[in-house]
Protein backbone atom coordinates (compact mmCIF):
# COMPACT_ATOMS: atom_id res chain seq x y z
CA UNK A 1 0.00 0.00 0.00
CA UNK A 2 1.94 2.93 -0.94
CA UNK A 3 2.23 5.98 1.80
CA UNK A 4 0.99 8.01 -0.65
CA UNK A 5 -2.33 6.87 -0.29
CA UNK A 6 -4.65 8.96 0.74
CA UNK A 7 -4.20 11.25 -2.31
CA UNK A 8 -5.07 8.26 -4.58
CA UNK A 9 -7.41 5.71 -1.99
CA UNK A 10 -10.76 6.11 -4.08
CA UNK A 11 -10.55 5.34 -7.81
CA UNK A 12 -13.24 7.24 -10.18
CA UNK A 13 -15.98 5.46 -10.87
CA UNK A 14 -15.40 4.89 -14.37
CA UNK A 15 -12.24 2.86 -13.78
CA UNK A 16 -13.71 0.73 -11.42
CA UNK A 17 -16.94 -0.25 -13.37
CA UNK A 18 -15.64 0.16 -17.35
CA UNK A 19 -12.76 -1.99 -18.41
CA UNK A 20 -9.85 -0.35 -20.00
CA UNK A 21 -8.78 -1.58 -23.07
CA UNK A 22 -7.63 1.62 -24.91
CA UNK A 23 -3.73 1.31 -24.09
CA UNK A 24 -2.29 2.32 -27.83
CA UNK A 25 -3.96 6.24 -26.33
CA UNK A 26 -2.36 5.84 -23.34
CA UNK A 27 -2.00 4.08 -20.02
CA UNK A 28 -2.79 4.72 -16.42
CA UNK A 29 0.40 5.45 -14.45
CA UNK A 30 1.72 2.09 -12.76
CA UNK A 31 1.34 2.59 -8.94
CA UNK A 32 4.81 2.21 -7.92
CA UNK A 33 6.49 4.66 -10.97
CA UNK A 34 3.39 7.17 -8.68
CA UNK A 35 5.21 6.52 -5.84
CA UNK A 36 8.37 7.51 -6.75
CA UNK A 37 6.68 10.54 -8.47
CA UNK A 38 5.20 11.58 -5.76
CA UNK A 39 8.10 11.33 -3.20
CA UNK A 40 9.72 13.60 -5.91
CA UNK A 41 7.00 15.88 -5.91
CA UNK A 42 6.74 16.00 -2.13
CA UNK A 43 10.14 14.94 -0.16
CA UNK A 44 13.18 15.49 -3.63
CA UNK A 45 11.90 18.39 -4.69
CA UNK A 46 15.01 20.63 -5.35
CA UNK A 47 16.01 22.40 -8.33
CA UNK A 48 18.03 20.19 -10.29
CA UNK A 49 19.55 22.82 -11.38
CA UNK A 50 20.56 24.28 -8.64
CA UNK A 51 23.09 22.16 -6.83
CA UNK A 52 24.47 24.54 -4.07
CA UNK A 53 22.47 22.71 -1.65
CA UNK A 54 21.52 19.34 -0.83
CA UNK A 55 17.98 19.43 -1.89
CA UNK A 56 19.41 20.56 -5.70
CA UNK A 57 21.86 18.23 -5.56
CA UNK A 58 19.62 14.84 -4.57
CA UNK A 59 17.13 16.05 -7.90
CA UNK A 60 20.37 16.25 -10.47
CA UNK A 61 21.36 12.88 -9.27
CA UNK A 62 17.36 11.79 -9.97
CA UNK A 63 17.52 13.14 -13.17
CA UNK A 64 20.58 11.65 -14.01
CA UNK A 65 19.51 8.10 -12.54
CA UNK A 66 16.83 8.53 -14.98
CA UNK A 67 18.71 9.09 -17.96
CA UNK A 68 20.80 6.30 -17.05
CA UNK A 69 17.35 3.49 -17.08
CA UNK A 70 16.04 5.36 -20.24
CA UNK A 71 19.40 4.57 -21.61
CA UNK A 72 19.49 0.90 -20.29
CA UNK A 73 16.05 0.09 -21.90
CA UNK A 74 17.06 1.45 -24.88
CA UNK A 75 20.44 0.36 -25.45
CA UNK A 76 21.30 3.71 -25.98
CA UNK A 77 24.21 6.22 -24.20
CA UNK A 78 22.96 8.25 -21.49
CA UNK A 79 24.01 11.43 -23.29
CA UNK A 80 22.10 10.72 -25.77
CA UNK A 81 18.74 11.46 -23.97
CA UNK A 82 17.07 14.53 -24.34
CA UNK A 83 13.69 15.00 -21.82
CA UNK A 84 11.01 16.50 -23.50
CA UNK A 85 7.02 16.84 -23.11
CA UNK A 86 6.79 13.54 -25.19
CA UNK A 87 6.61 11.83 -28.66
CA UNK A 88 4.90 15.36 -30.20
CA UNK A 89 7.41 17.43 -29.01
CA UNK A 90 10.69 15.17 -29.87
CA UNK A 91 9.87 15.02 -33.25
CA UNK A 92 8.97 18.52 -33.70
CA UNK A 93 12.69 18.74 -32.25
CA UNK A 94 14.18 16.26 -34.41
CA UNK A 95 12.68 17.68 -37.80
CA UNK A 96 13.39 20.97 -36.79
CA UNK A 97 17.02 19.71 -35.86
CA UNK A 98 17.44 17.91 -39.35
CA UNK A 99 16.16 20.92 -41.16
CA UNK A 100 18.64 23.66 -39.24
CA UNK A 101 21.33 21.17 -39.91
CA UNK A 102 20.92 20.43 -43.35
CA UNK A 103 20.67 22.12 -46.94
CA UNK A 104 17.50 23.52 -46.95
CA UNK A 105 14.55 22.27 -48.22
CA UNK A 106 14.94 19.06 -46.76
CA UNK A 107 13.94 15.83 -48.50
CA UNK A 108 11.81 13.74 -45.81
CA UNK A 109 10.60 10.69 -47.03
CA UNK A 110 7.59 9.78 -44.00
CA UNK A 111 5.44 6.54 -44.98
CA UNK A 112 1.50 7.21 -45.29
CA UNK A 113 0.98 5.29 -41.90
CA UNK A 114 3.23 7.64 -39.38
CA UNK A 115 1.27 9.14 -36.58
CA UNK A 116 0.09 12.62 -37.58
CA UNK A 117 2.40 13.93 -35.16
CA UNK A 118 5.18 12.81 -37.96
CA UNK A 119 2.62 13.94 -40.88
CA UNK A 120 1.51 17.19 -39.44
CA UNK A 121 5.17 18.21 -38.71
CA UNK A 122 6.37 17.22 -42.06
CA UNK A 123 3.32 19.02 -43.64
CA UNK A 124 4.20 22.04 -42.16
CA UNK A 125 7.85 22.18 -43.09
CA UNK A 126 6.72 21.92 -46.56
CA UNK A 127 3.99 24.38 -46.51
CA UNK A 128 6.86 26.98 -45.20
CA UNK A 129 9.64 25.74 -47.72
CA UNK A 130 11.84 24.14 -45.42
CA UNK A 131 10.92 20.77 -46.86
CA UNK A 132 9.61 18.30 -49.16
CA UNK A 133 7.61 15.16 -48.33
CA UNK A 134 8.18 12.23 -50.40
CA UNK A 135 5.51 10.00 -49.31
CA UNK A 136 6.17 5.64 -48.73
CA UNK A 137 3.10 3.53 -49.42
CA UNK A 138 1.91 0.60 -47.38
CA UNK A 139 0.44 -2.87 -48.63
CA UNK A 140 -3.30 -3.88 -47.11
CA UNK A 141 -1.61 -5.22 -43.87
CA UNK A 142 0.27 -1.75 -43.19
CA UNK A 143 3.34 -3.31 -44.34
CA UNK A 144 5.36 -0.56 -45.99
CA UNK A 145 6.37 -0.60 -49.50
CA UNK A 146 9.92 -1.60 -49.29
CA UNK A 147 11.11 -0.78 -53.28
CA UNK A 148 9.02 2.48 -53.17
CA UNK A 149 11.40 3.37 -50.09
CA UNK A 150 14.13 2.31 -51.87
CA UNK A 151 13.51 4.59 -55.01
CA UNK A 152 13.06 7.01 -52.59
CA UNK A 153 15.98 6.72 -51.18
CA UNK A 154 18.04 6.94 -54.44
CA UNK A 155 16.31 10.15 -55.02
CA UNK A 156 18.78 11.71 -52.68
CA UNK A 157 16.43 11.80 -49.31
CA UNK A 158 17.76 13.71 -46.25
CA UNK A 159 15.73 11.95 -43.45
CA UNK A 160 13.27 9.12 -42.79
CA UNK A 161 10.42 9.21 -40.87
CA UNK A 162 9.83 5.68 -39.76
CA UNK A 163 7.35 4.21 -37.40
CA UNK A 164 8.74 0.96 -35.46
CA UNK A 165 4.93 0.09 -34.70
CA UNK A 166 1.72 1.64 -35.50
CA UNK A 167 -0.62 3.13 -33.37
CA UNK A 168 -3.63 1.77 -34.86
CA UNK A 169 -3.08 -1.39 -36.36
CA UNK A 170 -0.38 -2.62 -34.71
CA UNK A 171 1.67 -3.57 -37.42
CA UNK A 172 5.71 -3.53 -37.05
CA UNK A 173 8.06 -2.43 -38.80
CA UNK A 174 11.75 -4.16 -39.79
CA UNK A 175 13.53 -0.59 -38.14
CA UNK A 176 16.70 -2.22 -38.46
CA UNK A 177 16.37 -3.08 -41.81
CA UNK A 178 14.82 0.47 -42.79
CA UNK A 179 17.41 2.37 -40.80
CA UNK A 180 20.19 0.57 -42.77
CA UNK A 181 19.23 0.98 -45.94
CA UNK A 182 18.81 4.71 -45.30
CA UNK A 183 22.19 4.98 -44.13
CA UNK A 184 23.36 3.23 -47.31
CA UNK A 185 22.14 6.81 -49.26
CA UNK A 186 23.53 8.91 -46.75
CA UNK A 187 19.84 9.75 -44.87
CA UNK A 188 19.36 9.81 -41.25
CA UNK A 189 16.42 7.99 -40.05
CA UNK A 190 13.85 9.63 -37.14
CA UNK A 191 11.96 6.70 -35.63
CA UNK A 192 9.14 6.84 -33.62
CA UNK A 193 8.96 3.89 -31.62
CA UNK A 194 6.00 5.57 -29.22
CA UNK A 195 4.20 2.47 -29.02
CA UNK A 196 7.28 -0.27 -29.55
CA UNK A 197 9.26 1.07 -26.40
CA UNK A 198 8.97 -1.75 -24.06
CA UNK A 199 6.69 -3.77 -26.02
CA UNK A 200 9.44 -5.32 -28.57
CA UNK A 201 13.65 -5.20 -28.32
CA UNK A 202 14.73 -1.68 -29.24
CA UNK A 203 18.90 -1.62 -29.38
CA UNK A 204 19.92 1.73 -30.26
CA UNK A 205 23.65 1.18 -30.26
CA UNK A 206 23.15 -1.47 -33.11
CA UNK A 207 20.10 0.94 -34.91
CA UNK A 208 22.13 3.06 -35.29
CA UNK A 209 19.28 6.12 -36.14
CA UNK A 210 19.81 9.89 -35.63
CA UNK A 211 16.74 10.10 -33.34
CA UNK A 212 14.30 8.11 -31.88
CA UNK A 213 11.11 9.13 -29.66
CA UNK A 214 8.67 8.20 -27.28
CA UNK A 215 5.88 9.33 -24.62
CA UNK A 216 6.18 8.20 -21.05
CA UNK A 217 2.37 8.37 -20.66
CA UNK A 218 2.27 4.45 -23.37
CA UNK A 219 4.66 2.90 -20.57
CA UNK A 220 2.69 3.84 -17.46
CA UNK A 221 4.26 6.72 -16.65
CA UNK A 222 2.51 10.28 -16.24
CA UNK A 223 1.67 12.52 -19.43
CA UNK A 224 3.78 15.08 -20.06
CA UNK A 225 6.76 13.62 -20.01
CA UNK A 226 9.04 11.77 -23.13
CA UNK A 227 12.28 11.39 -24.70
CA UNK A 228 14.29 12.17 -27.69
CA UNK A 229 17.53 9.51 -27.98
CA UNK A 230 19.92 11.25 -30.64
CA UNK A 231 23.77 10.79 -31.00
CA UNK A 232 23.55 13.76 -33.42
CA UNK A 233 21.08 16.36 -31.65
CA UNK A 234 22.42 19.70 -29.98
CA UNK A 235 19.76 21.79 -28.66
CA UNK A 236 21.16 24.89 -29.93
CA UNK A 237 21.49 24.04 -33.51
CA UNK A 238 17.67 24.09 -33.88
CA UNK A 239 17.16 27.83 -33.97
CA UNK A 240 20.28 28.85 -32.43
CA UNK A 241 18.40 29.85 -29.09
CA UNK A 242 17.76 26.60 -27.72
CA UNK A 243 20.10 25.70 -25.14
CA UNK A 244 20.80 29.14 -24.20
CA UNK A 245 19.84 28.88 -21.00
CA UNK A 246 18.21 25.50 -19.28
CA UNK A 247 15.08 25.13 -17.63
CA UNK A 248 13.96 23.93 -14.12
CA UNK A 249 13.85 20.09 -14.93
CA UNK A 250 10.30 18.36 -14.35
CA UNK A 251 12.34 15.88 -11.65
CA UNK A 252 8.92 14.05 -10.77
CA UNK A 253 8.22 13.28 -14.60
CA UNK A 254 11.73 12.36 -15.80
CA UNK A 255 11.97 10.17 -12.50
CA UNK A 256 8.82 8.64 -13.21
CA UNK A 257 9.85 7.78 -16.93
CA UNK A 258 12.87 6.82 -15.61
CA UNK A 259 11.34 4.08 -13.45
CA UNK A 260 8.58 2.71 -15.84
CA UNK A 261 11.58 2.27 -18.14
CA UNK A 262 13.21 0.64 -15.24
CA UNK A 263 10.10 -1.31 -15.02
CA UNK A 264 10.03 -2.32 -18.60
CA UNK A 265 13.47 -3.85 -18.88
CA UNK A 266 12.42 -6.15 -15.63
CA UNK A 267 9.17 -7.00 -16.73
CA UNK A 268 8.33 -5.86 -20.41
CA UNK A 269 9.09 -9.56 -21.75
CA UNK A 270 6.54 -11.26 -19.13
CA UNK A 271 4.35 -9.02 -19.87
CA UNK A 272 4.78 -9.01 -23.66
CA UNK A 273 4.25 -13.02 -23.59
CA UNK A 274 1.01 -12.53 -21.26
CA UNK A 275 -0.60 -9.49 -23.59
CA UNK A 276 -0.16 -11.28 -26.36
CA UNK A 277 -1.60 -14.62 -25.25
CA UNK A 278 -4.53 -12.65 -23.79
CA UNK A 279 -4.88 -10.96 -26.81
CA UNK A 280 -5.29 -14.06 -28.93
CA UNK A 281 -7.90 -15.10 -26.18
CA UNK A 282 -9.72 -12.33 -27.24
CA UNK A 283 -9.51 -12.43 -31.09
CA UNK A 284 -10.71 -16.04 -30.39
CA UNK A 285 -13.47 -15.11 -28.84
CA UNK A 286 -14.68 -11.89 -30.71
CA UNK A 287 -14.17 -14.13 -33.96
CA UNK A 288 -16.50 -17.20 -32.38
CA UNK A 289 -19.25 -14.37 -31.35
CA UNK A 290 -18.78 -12.07 -34.47
CA UNK A 291 -17.93 -14.98 -37.21
CA UNK A 292 -17.70 -12.30 -39.94
CA UNK A 293 -15.31 -9.91 -38.13
CA UNK A 294 -12.01 -9.02 -39.81
CA UNK A 295 -8.64 -8.91 -38.11
CA UNK A 296 -6.67 -5.39 -39.55
CA UNK A 297 -3.11 -5.24 -39.66
CA UNK A 298 -0.18 -7.97 -39.78
CA UNK A 299 -1.18 -11.06 -37.86
CA UNK A 300 2.24 -11.99 -38.43
CA UNK A 301 4.29 -9.12 -36.76
CA UNK A 302 2.07 -7.08 -34.36
CA UNK A 303 2.26 -5.71 -31.40
CA UNK A 304 1.48 -7.75 -28.53
CA UNK A 305 -1.22 -6.11 -27.26
CA UNK A 306 -3.05 -4.76 -30.29
CA UNK A 307 -6.10 -5.76 -31.80
CA UNK A 308 -8.08 -3.82 -34.10
CA UNK A 309 -10.99 -5.37 -36.16
CA UNK A 310 -13.48 -4.21 -38.25
CA UNK A 311 -17.27 -5.63 -38.20
CA UNK A 312 -19.05 -4.32 -41.41
CA UNK A 313 -22.05 -2.95 -41.26
CA UNK A 314 -21.76 -1.80 -37.76
CA UNK A 315 -20.78 2.10 -37.50
CA UNK A 316 -17.99 2.25 -34.85
CA UNK A 317 -19.12 5.21 -33.31
CA UNK A 318 -22.56 4.30 -32.59
CA UNK A 319 -20.73 0.95 -31.48
CA UNK A 320 -18.52 3.24 -29.34
CA UNK A 321 -21.47 4.74 -27.96
CA UNK A 322 -23.05 1.41 -27.15
CA UNK A 323 -19.90 0.18 -24.78
CA UNK A 324 -19.53 4.37 -22.96
CA UNK A 325 -19.38 2.70 -19.27
CA UNK A 326 -18.85 -0.28 -20.08
CA UNK A 327 -15.74 -0.97 -22.52
CA UNK A 328 -13.27 1.82 -23.14
CA UNK A 329 -11.73 0.94 -26.38
CA UNK A 330 -11.36 3.48 -29.99
CA UNK A 331 -11.54 3.99 -33.47
CA UNK A 332 -7.88 4.95 -33.05
CA UNK A 333 -8.27 7.84 -35.73
CA UNK A 334 -9.03 10.44 -33.65
CA UNK A 335 -7.18 13.72 -34.74
CA UNK A 336 -5.35 16.05 -32.46
CA UNK A 337 -8.46 18.13 -31.53
CA UNK A 338 -10.06 14.86 -30.53
CA UNK A 339 -12.74 14.52 -33.36
CA UNK A 340 -13.17 11.14 -35.47
CA UNK A 341 -11.88 11.50 -38.68
CA UNK A 342 -11.55 8.17 -40.98
CA UNK A 343 -8.55 6.58 -40.17
CA UNK A 344 -5.55 8.00 -42.23
CA UNK A 345 -3.81 4.62 -41.69
CA UNK A 346 -6.98 2.35 -43.21
CA UNK A 347 -7.16 4.49 -45.85
CA UNK A 348 -3.51 3.98 -47.01
CA UNK A 349 -3.57 0.42 -46.62
CA UNK A 350 -6.94 0.79 -49.33
CA UNK A 351 -9.25 -1.02 -47.09
CA UNK A 352 -13.07 -0.35 -48.32
CA UNK A 353 -15.04 2.37 -46.48
CA UNK A 354 -17.18 -0.74 -44.77
CA UNK A 355 -13.92 -2.00 -43.18
CA UNK A 356 -12.88 1.82 -42.02
CA UNK A 357 -15.81 2.83 -41.01
CA UNK A 358 -16.61 -0.11 -38.68
CA UNK A 359 -13.01 -0.22 -37.41
CA UNK A 360 -12.11 -1.09 -33.47
CA UNK A 361 -8.78 -0.23 -32.11
CA UNK A 362 -8.16 -2.22 -29.10
CA UNK A 363 -5.00 -2.18 -27.03
CA UNK A 364 -4.83 -4.45 -23.42
CA UNK A 365 -2.28 -3.30 -20.68
CA UNK A 366 -0.50 -4.36 -17.69
CA UNK A 367 -3.60 -4.49 -15.60
CA UNK A 368 -5.81 -5.99 -17.89
CA UNK A 369 -7.07 -9.69 -16.32
CA UNK A 370 -8.07 -13.05 -18.23
CA UNK A 371 -11.60 -11.89 -16.79
CA UNK A 372 -11.47 -8.66 -18.14
CA UNK A 373 -11.29 -10.30 -21.61
CA UNK A 374 -14.67 -12.28 -21.02
CA UNK A 375 -16.26 -9.56 -19.79
CA UNK A 376 -15.24 -7.58 -23.06
CA UNK A 377 -15.49 -10.19 -26.03
CA UNK A 378 -19.14 -10.45 -24.96
CA UNK A 379 -19.60 -7.08 -24.21
CA UNK A 380 -18.28 -5.76 -27.80
CA UNK A 381 -19.89 -8.84 -29.46
CA UNK A 382 -23.36 -7.13 -27.92
CA UNK A 383 -22.77 -3.79 -28.99
CA UNK A 384 -21.74 -4.84 -32.12
CA UNK A 385 -24.85 -6.94 -32.96
CA UNK A 386 -27.10 -4.55 -31.38
CA UNK A 387 -26.27 -1.59 -34.03
CA UNK A 388 -26.43 -4.08 -36.79
CA UNK A 389 -29.91 -4.81 -35.97
CA UNK A 390 -30.82 -1.26 -35.54
CA UNK A 391 -29.33 0.03 -38.36
CA UNK A 392 -29.63 -3.08 -40.78
CA UNK A 393 -29.54 -0.56 -43.83
CA UNK A 394 -25.03 0.34 -43.21
CA UNK A 395 -24.52 -3.73 -43.64
CA UNK A 396 -25.03 -3.86 -47.19
CA UNK A 397 -22.51 -1.11 -47.65
N1 LIG B 1 3.54 8.66 -32.28
C1 LIG B 1 2.75 7.60 -32.04
C2 LIG B 1 3.00 6.32 -32.79
C3 LIG B 1 1.71 7.70 -31.12
O1 LIG B 1 0.93 6.64 -30.90
C4 LIG B 1 1.50 8.94 -30.46
C5 LIG B 1 0.38 9.09 -29.53
O2 LIG B 1 -0.61 8.40 -29.59
C6 LIG B 1 2.37 10.00 -30.72
C7 LIG B 1 3.38 9.82 -31.64
C8 LIG B 1 2.22 11.32 -30.02
O3 LIG B 1 2.49 11.14 -28.65
P1 LIG B 1 2.18 12.28 -27.59
O4 LIG B 1 0.75 12.67 -27.79
O5 LIG B 1 2.42 11.62 -26.28
O6 LIG B 1 3.11 13.41 -27.86
Given at each position: ?6 L?K ?6 R ?5 D ?19 V ?37 D ?31 R ?22 W ?7 RL ?6 R ?23 I?E ?12 L ?16 L??A ?9 Y ?13 E ?48 Q???L ?13 G ?5 L??S???A???V ?56 L?A ?11 T ?8
Amino acid sequence: MSKYSPLTKQAPIAQRTTVYLDHHATTPVDPRVAEVAIRMMVEEFGNANGVENIHGEHAASAVAEARDKVARLLRAEPDDVYFTSGSTEAIQLAISHSIATHRSPLKIAVSRVEHKAVIDTALRAERLGLAVVTWIEVDEKARLDRSGYNRALQTGIDLVCVMAANNEVGTIYPIEELVREAREHGANALIDATQAVGRMPINLEELNAAYVVFSGHKIYSPKGIGALVSPIFEPASVFGLQGAHHPTPNVSGIAALGSACELMELEGEAETRRLSQLRDLLQERLLHLVPDLVVNGDEAGRLPHNLHVSAPGALNDVVLSHLRGKVSISTGSACNTGAQEPSHVLRAMRLPDARIDSCLRIGLGRTTTASDIELAAVQIAQAIHDVRTAFPEDIDV
